[in-house]
Structure formats: C-alpha cells, structure tokens
C-alpha cells in the first residue's frame, strides 16, 4: 500500500494508478494534517488509499505541555494547582459536577421528567382475583344445579316448626360439600368487603402485599366460623338434645351458605363497577340484620317454644351471636391497626 501511495505522488499510473497523473505537493515545512494528506490524493481515492498515505506523511509526534505560567487566578491570590500533580488529595480534584450524570455520558443517567403518581391497588386489575371470583361464580352455579332440591327443601323447612315425630331426611355427602364450600366463599367475601371497607375508611397503606392482608382476613372469619360450631354443639350437648342440636347445626350452616349468596352481588359491583362504599356498608348492615332476625327464629322455634322461655332466648342468642359478633369485630379492627402503616 506505502508503494501504491508512492506511486500516486510520483505521478506514475499504472495498477495502483487512479487512470490520471497527479502533481507532487511542493515539500513542507511543517507537517500536514491528516485531512491535507487527503486532499492531494484524486477524488476516487479508495479508504486503504487515504490510509496508507497517511500512515507515510503523518508521523506521531512527542507532546510538549505548555510552560507558560498560569494566569487563570484572582490578582492577590496564589496561582491554581495543576490537576496532573499526584500529590494532590482526592477532595481537590473533585467538583460540584463530578458525580452528575451529564457530566460522565458513560453511566446511565435514567430517565428525564418527574415521575406520575403510582395507580391504587385495586381488585378489578388483580388477575387472581377476578379469576376467584368468577371461579366462585362458576362453582356455584355448578353446585346449585346439582343441590337444587336440597336448597328447596331447606328453604321450605326453615320457616316450618319441627315435630318431634317426623324423621328427617340425610343430607347427602355432595350436599354437605357444597354446603362447606359456601360457607368459605361466604367467609372470603367478608374479607374482600372488609378489605374495601379499610381502604375506603382507614387508608391504603399496608404492611404487606393485599394477598396476605385478604388471606389473613379470611383465616380469622373461617376460625370465628369454626369457634361459633363448638360453641353451639357444646351448648346443646350441655343443656338440649341431640336432635334439636343436630337440627340448629344444620339450619346455621345453611343460614352461612345463603349469607354468602346474598353477598355476592355487592363485593362484585364494589369490585368492577365502583358501587359507593356508603351503599354497600348499607346493604352488609340490613343483610347481617336479617340474617341475626333468622337466627333469633330458628333458635327460638327449635330449642325454647315450648318452654316459653322468650328471655332465655334472648340470652341465648346474646351470649352466642352478638358477643362473637362484636368480639370478632374487635380483633379485626386490631389486626388492622398491626396490617397499617401508621405514619
């Protein structure tokens, strides 16, 4: 290549030759930039070309620093330091922009603007729980037309006053399983609605991912559900017989089932269509007030209509209902205070 370029400046043509002579540059005195190098050679000069004349003409030459003193200080002040000097401490060297990002284009410097506010959790976009939900919907549906005669004739019953002499029929194991599963969709929605009722009126700042906080809740509702069954069964162990006993188990664990039913709608069209936290506080306090009414029948009829004992009544039901009811609302309201970030 150093001979094409030799034989370009030599004015020769030939295999190297670009077809026409070029006239020799008159000898310098200094030497020439890399981009004089380039305009002496033709048009049509190829890169390897340019190269190799370069690499001929251009010499790399010793750099020689400056030794003019530096002026570039305030009069009455000492003149600077230079940054080559080993000598000098780290603090000196550094500036105001040495750790900005503009300042060093190799490090990343993110992204420009201020920032959006984050979206709120909501269970409308949470994946896992729209598919619970229409999984529960699902299941349900599968369930009712397959217990659709067992609900009938639970309804039809509720309201009947039970006579010692007629026999009962079994429930089947298809239908206790339904009856269970209601009864953990039932206890699941309560923490759903108690979860939007939190976030609503307390605030949405948790401790812990919603999973957590909505299992949690669901825990402590199946445990409050399962301590309510021991307390009854004991209780009719203790002071009724074994067929009033077995008789209120049954019609509980269908009042549960059917509160869960009831329930439904109201987390749904809280969940996906927004419905006012005050309407849907409304219709849980009218539900869970019906719902105490059928209970205060039902133990009524079964265990205390024919000992006319109305105000045994009333403490029964006190003692069992109300004061779990406002126990369990107590240690919700305390497992909320720990689940919340208090700032």
């Keep these: 290549m150093i001979q094409q370029a030799d034989s ?16 020799r540059p008159a000898r310098q005195r200094h030497q020439p ?25 251009v010499k790399p030459s010793e750099i020689h620093w400056s030794q003019m003193p530096d002026t570039l200080h305030l009069p009455g ?11 000098l401490p780290t603090y000196y060297k550094e500036s105001f922009f040495m750790k900005d990002s503009l300042f ?3 490090l990343p410097g993110g992204r420009l603007g201020v920032s959006g506010d984050p979206i709120p959790y909501a269970i409308a976009n949470d994946n896992f729980f729209t598919g619970l939900l229409i999984g529960c919907f699902v299941l349900a549906l599968v369930a009712f037309s397959q217990s659709r005669k067992f609900i009938s004739r639970q309804a039809k019953n509720f309201f009947f006053v039970p006579h010692e002499h007629v026999t009962q029929i079994p429930e089947t194991a298809n239908e206790i399983r339904f009856q269970i599963f209601l009864v953990l969709q039932t206890y699941l929605l309560l923490a759903l609605f108690f979860f939007f009722y939190s976030n609503a009126y307390v605030g949405e700042a948790f401790m812990l991912a919603p999973y957590p906080v909505i299992a949690i809740y669901t825990g402590v509702g199946f445990s409050y559900f399962l ?24 019609s509980f664990l269908f009042i549960v089932s059917m509160e869960g039913v009831a329930l439904f709608p109201v987390v749904v069209l809280q969940a996906f269509f927004g419905m006012p936290m005050q309407t849907a506080v409304i219709y849980a306090i009218v539900l869970l007030v019906f719902v105490k009414m059928l209970t205060f029948y039902k133990t009524y009829i079964i265990f205390f209509r024919k000992k006319g004992s109305f105000l045994q009544n009333i403490l029964y039901f006190c003692a069992l209902e109300i004061i779990p009811m406002l126990a369990l609302g107590g240690v919700m309201i305390t497992i909320n205070g720990y689940l919340k970030i208090n700032f």
């Design 104 to 106: 060093h284009p190799e």
């Design 8 to 23: 370009i400046f030599s004015g020769h043509t030939g295999e190297a030759g670009l077809g026409k002579e070029v006239a």
């Design 227 to 250: 301590l309510k069954v021991f307390l009854y069964w004991f209780t009719g162990w203790v002071f009724f017989d074994r067929r009033n006993n077995e008789l209120w188990l049954k």
């Design 77 to 87: 002040h000492p003149r600077g330091k230079s940054v080559r000097d080993m000598e």
């Design 33 to 57: 930039t890399p981009r004089e190098v380039v305009s002496w050679l033709p048009k049509n000069a190829t890169p390897a070309q340019m190269d190799s004349a370069i690499q001929l003409h």
